[in-house]
């Protein structure tokens, strides 16, 4: 199966829906994300136990067994423009099939694919992503599946929610009220199962301090 997977780093990860799946045990999956967490967190717990052989993200760098993985042959990485992997969500969200971008032209990313020229700029051809499965985290949800992200967990979260067959969204609240459609960021035609998220702790890749100067 191919699953997208909200969140940017730690921020934002649907962490439950991670651990649940990691729990199924299923192997072979393709991981559609902008990153795959840290090791021993997030998106890492499905490395550490096997269960991925390609990863279509933008970043590797906080995690030490994706890049062993990679090194070794184990894992299959498809490099994404972090752009271009947003805006191919948002197509195959959108039923658009693929779309042009300058991004990448001229570099390994454009190779085998389609290139062509507009206005004298070279653009090559990016497909919409549509993933069998998509696993959001929202702040607030309510009974009809519509989702409210809370400042930079909204990062990727609503661009996977909409590439997803079927998604899965775990909610930090559940509204007893319909959310004020003024104030939805995903409606809940993209979002076919809820669940409240049980674990409220939410992890920082980096934590840095200073001393703080006296006034």
């Known amino acids: 199966m191919t699953i997208a ?3 940017f780093g730690l921020s934002g990860i649907p962490h439950n829906l ?3 799946l990691r729990d199924t045990g299923v192997k072979d999956l393709t991981i559609v994300s902008n990153n795959m967490g840290v090791d021993g967190k997030g998106l890492g717990l499905l490395l550490e136990n096997q269960q991925v052989s390609k990863v279509l993200g933008s970043y590797v760098g906080e995690n030490k067994l994706f890049a062993e993985q990679y090194l070794s042959g184990t894992l299959e990485v498809e490099f994404v423009p972090q752009g271009t992997l947003a805006e191919r969500l948002r ?6 099939p693929a779309f042009y ?3 990448g032209v001229g570099t390994p990313i454009a190779e085998g694919k389609e290139e062509a020229e507009f206005d004298g700029k ?3 051809l990016e497909r919409g992503i549509v993933a069998d499965l998509a696993l959001v985290r929202a702040h607030t949800g309510d ?3 519509n989702l409210r992200y809370r400042f930079t967990a909204k990062n990727f979260n609503p661009l996977v929610a909409m590439s997803g067959r079927v998604t899965l969204a775990e909610v930090e609240h559940l509204s007893e009220d ?3 459609p003024e104030r939805i960021d995903t ?15 939410k992890d920082i890749e980096q934590r840095t301090v200073r001393t703080r100067e006296a006034v």
């Not at 197509?91 to 658009?96: F, M, R, V």
């Not at 409606?187 to 702790?201: I, S």
């Open 178 to 180: 319909y959310l004020d």
């Open 18 to 20: 991670i651990v649940a």
């Open 101 to 103: 971008t300058p991004t």
């Open 143 to 145: 009974s009809e599946g």
């Open 91 to 96: 197509a195959g969200g959108s039923g658009i």
């Open 5 to 7: 997977v909200g969140g």
């Open 122 to 124: 070279r653009v090559i």
């Open 187 to 201: 409606q809940g035609v993209f979002v076919q199962r809820l669940v409240v998220a049980e674990d409220p702790v």
